[in-house]
């Protein structure tokens, strides 16, 4: 089964496919997140997960801003290390509910790997229905994997290109911080970034696409969108450093069929000195 059309399952169908021998599950859970949210069960984990690291694998660690996404051929050498190749279908999950986890997804997208889905509800979805969970402990992957890339530089933005789209508005950019930092009322979470938003950007909170954990219906999420006007324009997402935006961008997945992309620096490199124009 091919997940290419679904980026998106729920707890009953990850436990009907529990036992597929060409599933694997990453836990992306994050050791700490400036939005201020608790864990569920920090302890513990998905029988069978693997842990994808963001901060400290998963990332660019010669870039100077944070979370940014790795070369192709480190992504494929460390994806191959948790065993994963091109004929796995991978379900990802965190234990926010949906936080990190749409960052992994998107990822992979961009890497090539189409066969991927968010478990919707996270950890404590998995948890409440009683299925199988495990203590966090060091892994031992026997099988190392072969994953092979095939990148997708349209999938990605970088700050040259959002600075000529505010001329051209080719593109709308839509913004995932919480509506005090995108208009300045609060400071940044992040020491020496700047308040406010990149010129002719739009506001939508990655918590508004959100209920409980679990993505809103289909029918809340285009009620949503419309109210940025989207129509048929391409859109680029972007948020603190590149991991809510992918929230609202899977979000605009299940509804809209508008090229998209996003813009991984995110306000950690807009927001950083006076290079970039801010409102």
């Known amino acids: 089964m091919t997940l290419k059309n679904t980026p998106l399952v729920?707890?009953?169908?990850?436990?009907?496919?529990?036992?597929?021998?060409?599933?694997?599950?990453?836990?992306?859970?994050?050791?700490t997140n400036v939005s201020g949210l608790i864990p569920d069960y920090p302890?513990?984990?998905?029988?069978?997960?693997?842990l994808f690291d963001l901060k400290n694998v998963f990332s660019d660690k010669n870039h100077t801003v944070t979370n940014m996404i790795p070369k192709p051929e480190v992504f494929a050498l460390e994806a191959g290390k948790l065993?994963?190749?091109?004929?796995?279908?991978?379900?990802?999950?965190?234990?926010?509910?949906?936080?990190?986890s749409p960052r992994v997804w998107w990822m992979f997208k961009l890497m090539g790997h189409d066969n991927i889905a968010v478990l919707d509800g996270g950890l404590k979805a998995?948890?409440?229905?009683?299925?199988?969970?495990?203590?966090?402990?060091?892994e031992n992957i026997n099988k190392k994997g072969g994953f092979i890339t095939e990148y997708h530089p349209e999938m990605v933005k970088?700050?040259?290109?959002?600075?000529?789209?505010?001329?051209?508005?080719?593109?709308?950019v839509i913004d995932a911080r919480s509506s005090g930092r995108f208009y300045g009322r609060i400071p940044e979470p992040r020491e020496n970034m700047k308040s406010g938003h990149i010129p002719g950007s739009f506001n939508l909170p990655f918590q508004t696409v959100l209920k409980n954990g679990h993505?809103?219906?289909?029918?809340?999420?285009?009620?949503?969108?419309k109210t940025l006007k989207t129509a048929?324009?391409?859109?680029?997402?972007?948020?603190?450093?590149?991991?809510?935006a992918c929230i609202i961008l899977l979000a605009s997945e299940l509804v809209l069929t508008n090229k998209k992309a996003l813009y991984d620096g995110s306000w950690a490199e807009w927001g950083l000195g006076d290079k970039y124009p801010v409102e």
């Open 10 to 31: 729920s707890v009953k169908w990850l436990y009907e496919h529990f036992n597929d021998d060409d599933l694997i599950i990453l836990d992306a859970s994050p050791k």
């Open 158 to 172: 970088d700050a040259d290109f959002i600075l000529k789209n505010i001329s051209t508005k080719d593109f709308k």
């Open 215 to 225: 993505f809103r219906s289909e029918k809340e999420l285009s009620d949503i969108f």
């Open 43 to 50: 302890e513990l984990k998905i029988k069978g997960a693997r």
């Open 232 to 244: 048929n324009s391409p859109l680029i997402f972007t948020c603190g450093s590149g991991i809510t």
């Open 126 to 138: 998995w948890v409440e229905e009683k299925h199988p969970v495990e203590a966090f402990k060091k």
């Open 83 to 100: 065993g994963i190749n091109n004929e796995h279908k991978i379900i990802v999950y965190d234990n926010l509910g949906v936080y990190t």
